[in-house]
């Protein structure tokens, strides 16, 4: 990836594979759902496994040679060895959205190089929205149209803030909110707070629970690419990468977190 052209041209290839990925899971959203969980007491469905193999077959045609992690697929996680360029995949984020049918939910895909993420696509196939961004390059696409996003300068109303919507801490967000002004807190699902914080139109996204690296990778691409930041808690950049791949208690935001 030497050329602006050659990342563009990759990013098209990403897109087209999380909007096909994403209508074999709408194709199965439709359906009466049959979920299983896993050892972690976590769902998963049928959806989550044919998108998964869908991405996996289709990731090494346009990079050949690269490791793929993928939530899905366990032999990729005990593979990998903190490689300098990986995929990082989670074919169905946001389970609990898709079993109770409220469209939150989406497609991750990013690169990984060296800590970093440096291209991600994320794909809400039931709301029919596309977030992406590589480099200075963030966008949305929906019904066909792009359009460019950045990340916003706070109201003076105060933020507004992202949480999660199955995951939510409500005690714990409150108290890393004291002291800010916050004009409204929004439940969202899945990774699609992140891409709100990129498009402008949220300000802040603190996450004090446990989340992995795949389930935000590809949403850090596009808010870095929108001007924004993923911190933890004391201020340093997120990395990827890391030893059992989860992530520490972070905050996304439009900018970082010393200056909200």
């Keep these: 990836m030497n050329t602006a052209f050659e990342v563009n041209d990759l990013l098209e290839g990403v897109i087209e594979i999380a909007r096909s990925a994403g209508d074999l899971i709408m194709q199965i959203y439709q359906d009466n759902l049959d979920i299983a969980h896993k050892d ?47 995929w990082l995949v989670d074919p169905l984020d946001g389970t609990k959205e898709f079993i109770s049918k409220n469209g939150q939910f989406t497609v991750n895909i990013a690169l990984i190089e060296r800590g ?6 994320v794909y809400a196939p039931a709301l029919d929205c596309l977030y992406a961004g590589y480099g200075s390059t963030a966008f949305t696409e929906k019904s066909g149209i792009r359009t460019a996003i950045s990340c916003r300068a706070v109201p003076e109303a105060g933020l507004t803030v992202v949480g999660s919507r199955s995951h939510g801490d409500n005690h714990a967000l409150n108290a890393y909110l004291n002291g800010k002004v916050v004009n409204e807190i929004i439940p969202v699902g899945s990774s699609l707070k992140l891409c709100l914080v990129a498009a402008g139109q949220a300000d802040l996204y603190p996450r004090l629970g446990r989340t992995m690296e795949w389930d935000i990778a590809a949403g850090h691409a596009v808010l870095l690419a929108a001007g924004g930041a993923v911190c933890d808690l ?27």
């Design 234 to 260: 004391v201020g340093n950049s997120l990395k990827y990468g890391k030893p059992g791949l989860d992530n520490p208690h972070f905050v996304a935001s439009t900018k970082s977190e010393e200056s909200i």
């Design 116 to 121: 970093l993420p440096t291209l991600g696509v």
């Design 40 to 86: 972690d007491g976590s769902p998963v469905t049928l959806a989550d496994k044919v998108a998964n193999a869908y991405i996996l077959q289709e990731l090494p045609k346009l990079l050949s040679d690269i490791l793929i992690v993928s939530e899905e697929s366990l032999d990729s996680q005990a593979d990998f060895q903190g490689s300098s360029c990986f």
